[in-house]
Nanobody, 117 residues
Framework: HVQLVESGGGLVQPGGSLRLSCAVS????????MGWYRQALGKQRELVAT???????NYVDSVKGRFTISRDNAKNTVYLQMNSLKPDDTAVYYC???????????WGQGTQVTVSS
């Protein structure tokens, strides 16, 4: 049974920064491609960043140059550094495998990010 625990969200002004963390347990974390997803109110969940086990990364165009995904396989943790935040980044952020079916439907509670002045 995979468990995912996200943390680090909060309220930040436009242009600010946040660092999200996600602790993963119950699986061999290091072998999976991991991703950060977000779901804004009334919208579908979208994948915004991925990192493979070797460390190569990929980003959706809307966050390129502003977000950085990283992982610590020794700590079973994946991170998302978010800089130059915009109101459109407001959403609940989740981590999961890419694709999430690999974790058999497990999702964490997410962490709320609100960008507002």
């Amino acid at each position: 049974h995979v468990q995912l625990v996200e943390s680090g969200g909060g309220l930040v002004q436009p242009g600010g920064s946040l660092r999200l963390s996600c602790a993963v347990s119950g699986t061999i974390f290091s072998i999976y491609t991991m991703g950060w997803y977000r779901q804004a109110l009334g919208k579908q969940r979208e994948l915004v960043a991925t990192i493979i086990n070797s460390g190569s990364t990929n980003y959706v165009d809307s966050v390129k140059g502003r977000f950085t995904i990283s992982r610590d396989n020794a700590k079973n943790t994946v991170y998302l550094q978010m800089n130059s935040l915009k109101p459109d980044d407001t959403a609940v952020y989740y981590c999961n495998a890419d694709p999430p079916d690999l974790f058999l439907g497990s999702w964490g509670q997410g962490t709320q990010v609100t960008v507002s002045s």
